[in-house]
């Protein structure tokens, strides 16, 4: 398992390298700091006043105003995911194979049996299935159904089974949105903002909703995997194709996400005779109330991440930034918010090295270590320590400032040498190693 700061060089290593004014050094090719991979793990973007015209298929194509970003993550949504109701609500025989499966499943790893898991589970979904012809509390997208499909894909990743882990999340958000609803997110934000709409609807759009980023996170660590295998067994075509239908629904996620918050911002805005805004106000206090503070933000980071693994900064940039606003810069002083501020630092630093843009990365890099070392035994503040401090590194490397990069260089290696991250310490040694020929 790679650390948190290792994980970040190898997605560095991912990214199209700095235009050649702000790359080479005399002492040869600059290294450039990782993104943090967070717990958080992983999409969204769109533009206020994007016209949908005559193509139905229009919010595939990413539009970001400098002043509007979207995310979309899994973070949040685990209880959406996994959860499938009280066991009353299902027949006996039901009830037994859930029983079953969750004896091979909810135990520690050495003791799991996951195939055995996946059997009982699909043998209680046929069941379900059978009966939800007959009996409409048990229909196809019931929540106590669907949150039992959401539970084989979890199970399915588990077992590394990405093929059906993608088939599952696939069915799943069949079952709850059907064809148009797949095609079309702009139908999930029509009821989201439907104050009447039952409350099993609701969660089940919700659960859709992390299912979807699910699936694109699935159809990421495929294109992956593909790329690890060796050439003869790689298919370039797969990873592609995975990476399209990755994006697409990141953007599907993204679309639902901040087109519900516009739309619910701009409520807000009449009920209190203001006008109507363009964008919202990232305020963590004007979200929907099924929009938690920690749902949006994994989202906006983990869209972030996706795009940026890709280069695309002019959608990761905006993503981050809105993070940070929803997130206060940590102002509120407290463990997580800091730290996970001090996380999209780190990128948005790194993001400004890799686009050239010098003064943007040493501000953030300076602004995200002052709050990185308000909690030195956080993990994500000490992992966002390290790569704050390559960062810098890399600003005053790029900037011909030798003796101050190889303080933070040589301050990089330390921290990562006494959190143990051997990847970290190899990359800051590199750079010192490159600074002294």
């Not at 363009?278 to 933000?297: G, I, K, M």
């Not at 930034?321 to 940590?330: C, E, I, T």
């Not at 001090?342 to 270590?369: F, K, Q, Y």
Request: with cysteine; aromatic share 8%.
């Amino acid at each position: 398992m790679l650390s948190r700061t290792t994980a970040r060089l190898a997605l560095a290593r991912r990214i199209p390298p700095l235009s050649p004014k702000h790359v080479e050094s005399p002492a040869g090719r600059l290294q450039l700091a990782p993104h943090c991979i967070h717990p958080l793990r992983r999409s969204f973007f769109t533009n206020s006043r994007l016209s949908w015209g005559n193509n139905s298929k229009s919010w595939l194509t990413p539009v970001v105003a400098a002043s509007v970003a979207v995310g979309v993550a899994t973070f949040a949504f685990v209880g959406y995911g996994m959860f499938f109701g009280p066991s009353a609500a299902y027949p006996k025989p039901v009830r037994k194979l859930l029983r079953e499966g969750g004896m091979a499943y909810m135990r520690t790893a050495d003791k799991q049996d996951l195939p055995k898991a996946v059997e009982c589970y699909s043998q209680a979904l046929e069941l379900l299935d059978q009966l939800g012809a007959t009996d409409p509390k048990l229909g196809r997208d019931s929540p106590h159904v669907t949150g039992l499909v959401a539970r084989i894909a979890a199970v399915y990743t588990e077992m590394g089974d990405l093929d059906s882990t993608i088939s599952t999340y696939k069915d799943l958000l069949h079952r709850i949105l059907g064809d148009d609803g797949m095609d079309d997110p702009r139908m999930q934000v029509a009821l989201l903002l439907d104050r009447e709409l039952p409350k099993d609807r609701r969660e089940n759009i919700l659960r859709a909703l992390g299912s979807a980023n699910k699936l694109a996170e699935t159809y990421e660590a495929r294109a992956a995997r593909s790329k690890r295998r060796s050439v003869l067994l790689a298919d370039p075509d797969m990873e592609a194709a995975d990476i399209k239908e990755a994006s697409r629904w990141y953007q599907w996620c993204l679309q639902v996400v901040m087109l519900t918050y516009q739309n619910h911002f701009n409520h807000l805005q009449l009920e209190q005779d203001k006008p109507l805004a363009n964008t919202p106000s990232f305020d963590p206090s004007t979200l929907p109330r099924y929009f938690s503070l920690e749902v949006v933000t994994s989202l906006f980071y983990n869209a972030a991440t996706f795009f940026a693994g890709h280069g695309q900064f002019q959608y990761a940039v905006p993503l981050l930034q809105r993070g940070l606003d929803l997130l206060r810069r940590g102002a509120d002083g407290k463990e997580v918010g800091v730290c996970r501020s001090c996380v999209l630092m780190s990128h948005l630093a790194n993001a400004a090295v890799m686009t050239s843009d010098l003064p943007a990365a040493e501000r953030w890099a300076i602004e995200g270590l002052a709050l990185a070392k308000q909690f030195p035994k956080n993990d994500d503040c000490l992992g966002s320590f390290v790569a704050l401090t390559y960062d810098l590194g890399a600003v005053y490397e790029a900037a011909d400032k030798v003796d101050s990069a190889r303080v933070q260089y040589r301050q990089a290696a330390e921290v990562a040498r006494s959190i143990g991250d051997s990847g970290a310490v190899a990359l800051a040694t590199a750079a010192l190693d490159r600074l002294a020929l």
